[in-house]
């Protein structure tokens, strides 16, 4: 501490930390010192001397007590608790604010109380921008880990804009409790051991002395990149809350540069896979009837398998049913003739709902995809399998079957139909045979296809197959009779 | 799939949800786990959307059996699908959360098999986290439409905050974009939500012991833009939830384009302005005791994009302004245009000391260009051409003493019923003879 005095001003030097200025401050206030006739300066800071002249250092004159040791200031709890946050800015010029503060506080104690004073206003704004900071630090401190032979460690080097480590420390030992862990600043560090429970301050340590790198920041820029809306690119905004000169600690940051130039394709992209998306929806009519339905159906665009199959296959059966079943798609021979369920299939799922007791006349069949869809082996079309595009291009026809029917039950017949109505997770095997609220009749059911059970690979299989499809159709029968 | 591949799926399809928020919460260090939050939220970082990363936002799964149009996780969409283990997001949570990323999780889903088995699924993540790591950290969880009461208590136990959407303004734009859901399953998961933690809220004035039950509470988020409805039905829609629900948010969500998108759907983003005004209405009728039929009236059933709607709202009443800041009650000076209830509530601190003149409100970062026509200080009168009293001129901090001291009696009487043309300019007489000191 030194204090040399130019021009009748009195310069002390004071250290970095508020107890040190209100030491000084305390005994300026004792010897009468005006706010002019004393400067405060910041040690930290070379000072520039032209000002004043040639200072020669003359030991600490305040030290001398020759004021009134019995003259305390007066200060405000709303004074006290903003000096101390104001104290930890790094603006060099806090102290003589905060020494004019009480000085004039001491004829207008309400003085903290209009906020519009320059002063008062001044400190307000150092105040908030240490609050700032401090929320910053909560936010941006990155831990990388390391693991040595006494467990894992988390450490962190981060530059803070003002001396805010004492400050901010404690939120960290709240939250990170039972981790060991370092925070390293320019202006010193803090250390956190459970086994000890209390913050432990030391010296600045450099970057160095923290990992460089942690896998876990791989996966964290993957979240970082995945996150953002690319269609409402907004950088500035982003920068207003994360200024640039925190950046250099952020480990996602390095991405910016290529998200902000692939955004706009990423935009595009999606546009025009939008607009070339198959679906139905356009064709469906209104009116959900099964005449107009019907009577709509082979004009349906709604994807490409129309070019090539004979014609659209709607469902078939009366319009009271009170069981829909959904099979797949038509086969080579409904194609041909343009009714579901004719051929070898058919038969099968005929004779299971014989044997179940149910009639098939009395329930409605229809198809998730309306349309044939096959290769051309030499003269034999080879049935395959829809896609996911092409069931869901076809899905609001069979919305609007239902809606026109609305069933009591719904029976899907193997994966495709159940990927329609269920979605994709439904688990055909592990879940046939279970009746499920659902939104598109009282009850949903899912089995198996018939045309699984033909292409068994052995009679044992076929059998098997069989009847499970019989015994979910029976416990579809039993339902509709409870109900 | 690795979890890096599922990380990048189900974070980019948990995107669309405009909700993170990580404040509302007070928990302490529990001593025996990580993670703690002081009740107000900490963004951790930004995205280039301006948007904060405050949670670890993501699906559960984004395999949908729904098929509502406006979201890019429907059923019928040809995305990448990927499904995380429950085992999988708390190791994630955790790891992000020891390395200072997060505040917490947001977990969703699409609906898988039922709304039971993706809740409990969501539940189970939750609990996990909390019994088995004494996570401290901020969770929300979103409340599937029509699932058990009881995984709605569960969720409720484990999670700070819980929100069912409501994903459209009205039944018709639902019905028509999203045909599985129901505003009356989506109201009634709120309802429950509400009722259940008023009782736990009630208990426990009673016994301490008893548990806080999503102390956040509950908040939603509505997709604009894709259907027709007017400002006026979005807004009287939230008015209606924060009064029914006590819901703490509706979020709005510009409807913006996305892979795989229904051709019902418009080609190009919502004007992410419109979000805005609505957000900046939602806030009126929040924090500045506007209702929603003032807002947006039948007769103008949009918002004005040009201003925001508190302007458009001062506009269209003349009669209630201007208003003397040194003398207006709270709930008259939050109706000023510029003027946010932070200010209003410096102002009403302040002028217990200090009579307040323009200057004031300029360091106070009053939006003046609004707010200047609407208010009376010592040293300012609206529409007063007089360039005594225009905000451009400079006062000397004298003068200016001189008008708050002399004016004081003068604002007193012939501002207790103030804004009569006719007082007007007797007003501008005092007050130049109370600077000139002339009488």
């Known amino acids: ?180 862990w370092s925070i390293l600043t320019p202006d010193g560090s803090v250390f956190w051991d459970p086994a000890v429970g209390t913050l432990q301050f030391g010296p600045p340590l450099d970057r160095s002395h923290a990992p460089s790198e942690d896998e876990l920041e791989t996966l964290w820029k993957s979240y970082y990149s995945s996150i953002f809306n690319p269609a409402r690119l907004n950088p500035d905004v982003m920068r207003s809350h994360m200024p640039v000169k925190y950046w250099s600690n952020l480990p996602e940051v390095e991405l910016l540069p290529s998200l902000l130039q692939k955004a706009e394709g990423r935009v595009e992209l999606m546009v025009s896979k939008q607009s070339d998306k198959p679906t139905a929806a356009p064709f469906v009519p209104a009116e959900h009837s099964l005449p107009v339905l019907n009577q709509a159906m082979p004009g349906c665009r709604g994807c490409e398998l129309y070019e090539h199959a004979t014609q659209v296959v709607p469902g078939r059966g009366p319009g009271t049913a009170q069981i829909v079943l ?19 299939a058919g038969g099968v799922l005929r004779k299971a709902l014989g044997e179940a007791g149910l009639p098939p006349e009395t329930v409605y069949m229809t198809n998730a995809v309306k349309h044939f869809k096959f290769v051309l082996r030499g003269k034999v079309r080879l049935h395959q399998n829809p896609r996911v595009s092409e069931i869901m291009a076809c899905r609001p026809w069979l919305l609007a079957e239902l809606d026109a029917l609305k069933p009591k039950l719904v029976v899907c017949l193997g994966a495709s139909a159940s990927k329609s109505l269920l979605g994709g997770t439904f688990a055909l095997m592990r879940d046939r045979g279970k009746l499920m609220p659902s939104s598109f009749a009282d009850q949903i059911m899912a089995t198996i296809h018939p045309s699984a059970v033909l292409r068994g690979k052995d009679d044992a299989t076929r059998e098997t197959l069989y009847r499970h499809l019989r015994d979910d159709l029976q416990l579809a029968r039993q339902y509709m009779q409870s109900a | 799939m690795t979890v890096q591949q599922k990380l990048e799926i189900l974070a980019d399809a948990a995107k669309y949800d405009a909700s993170c928020a990580s404040s509302g919460a007070k928990r302490s260090g529990n001593g025996k786990g990580i993670g703690h939050s002081d009740g107000n939220g900490i963004c951790h970082s930004y995205t280039p959307d301006g948007r904060c990363i405050s949670l670890l936002k993501l699906l559960l799964t984004n395999f949908c059996t729904y098929d ?52 409990e699924q969501l539940v189970q993540v939750a609990k996990t986290l909390r019994l088995v790591h004494h996570f401290g ?66 208990d426990r004035t009673r016994f301490n012991s008893t548990p806080k039950f999503a102390p956040a509470g509950q908040s939603t988020q509505m997709v604009i833009g894709a259907t027709p409805s007017t400002d006026r039905d979005i807004i009287q829609r939230a008015s209606g939830l924060y009064q029914n629900f006590k819901l703490r948010r509706v979020y709005y969500t510009g409807f913006s384009p996305y892979p795989e998108a229904d051709t019902r759907l418009p080609l190009k983003a919502s004007p992410m302005v419109r979000e805005h005004r609505l957000y900046q209405a939602d806030w009126l009728m929040r924090h500045y005791g506007f209702a929603a039929d003032e807002i947006a009236p039948e007769d103008q059933p949009e918002l004005d994009l040009s201003i925001d709607p508190k302007l458009a709202w001062a506009r269209r009443h003349p009669e209630f302004f201007p208003v003397d800041l040194n003398t207006a009650p709270r709930e008259t000076m939050l109706r000023v245009p510029g003027l946010g209830y932070a200010n209003v509530d410096r102002i009403l601190r302040i002028r217990r000391y200090h009579k307040l003149v323009l200057a004031d409100l300029r360091k106070l970062h009053v939006r003046l260009k609004d707010a200047a026509e609407y208010v009376i200080t010592v040293d300012h009168l609206p529409g007063q051409a007089d360039a005594l009293f225009s905000p451009t001129t400079a006062l000397s901090p004298a003068a200016v003493e001189i008008a708050a001291g002399g004016l004081e009696r003068v604002s007193m009487k012939s501002f207790a019923h103030p804004v009569q043309a006719a007082q007007l300019p007797l007003f501008a007489e005092a007050a130049k003879s109370a600077v000139t000191g002339v009488l």
């Open chain 2, 137 to 202: 950290g901020y969770i929300h969880i979103k409340a599937i439409p029509g699932c058990a009461p009881r995984l709605l208590e569960e969720a409720g136990t484990y999670a700070d905050r819980l929100s069912a959407n409501i994903e459209l303004p009205t039944q018709a734009d639902l019905v028509q974009l999203a045909p599985e859901k129901k505003a009356t399953v989506i109201e009634g998961t709120m309802a429950h939500i509400h009722d259940r933690k008023n009782e736990l809220d009630e």
């Open chain 2, 68 to 119: 509502c149009v406006f979201c890019v996780n429907r059923v019928s969409s040809d995305i990448r699908r990927a499904r995380f283990t429950p085992e999988e997001i708390v190791t994630l949570t955790l790891d992000f959360y020891k390395r200072n990323y997060i505040e917490g999780l947001f977990l969703s889903s699409g609906i898988i098999q039922s709304p039971d088995y993706t809740m």
């Open chain 1, 326 to 344: 959904v099979g797949e798609q038509p086969g080579d021979q409904e194609d041909r003739r343009g009714e579901p369920f004719i051929g070898p």
């Open chain 1, 1 to 180: 501490m030194s204090s040399s005095t130019v021009n009748g001003v009195t310069r002390v030097m004071v250290a970095p930390d508020f107890d040190a200025w209100r030491q000084l401050a305390r005994v300026a206030f004792q010897q009468r010192l005006e706010p002019d006739a004393i400067d405060f300066a910041d040690e930290t800071i070379p000072v520039a001397d032209d000002l004043f002249g040639a200072v020669s250092t003359k030991t600490a004159l305040l030290n001398e007590l020759s004021g009134n040791a019995a003259l305390v200031p007066y200060v405000s709890k709303a004074f006290l608790e903003r000096a101390q946050l104001a104290a930890l800015h790094r603006d060099p010029s806090r102290w003589n604010l905060l020494y004019r503060l009480l000085w004039r506080l001491q004829s207008n104690r309400e003085l903290m109380r209009v906020e519009v004073d320059a002063d008062v206003s001044a400190m307000l704004r150092l105040v908030q921008q240490i609050k700032r900071d401090e929320h910053k630090m909560h936010a941006f401190v990155r831990f990388r880990k390391l693991t040595d032979e006494a467990g894992e460690q988390f450490i962190a080097w981060y530059e803070p804009a003002h001396r805010i480590l004492p400050l901010a420390a404690p939120f960290f030992a709240e939250r990170f409790a039972i981790m060991r």
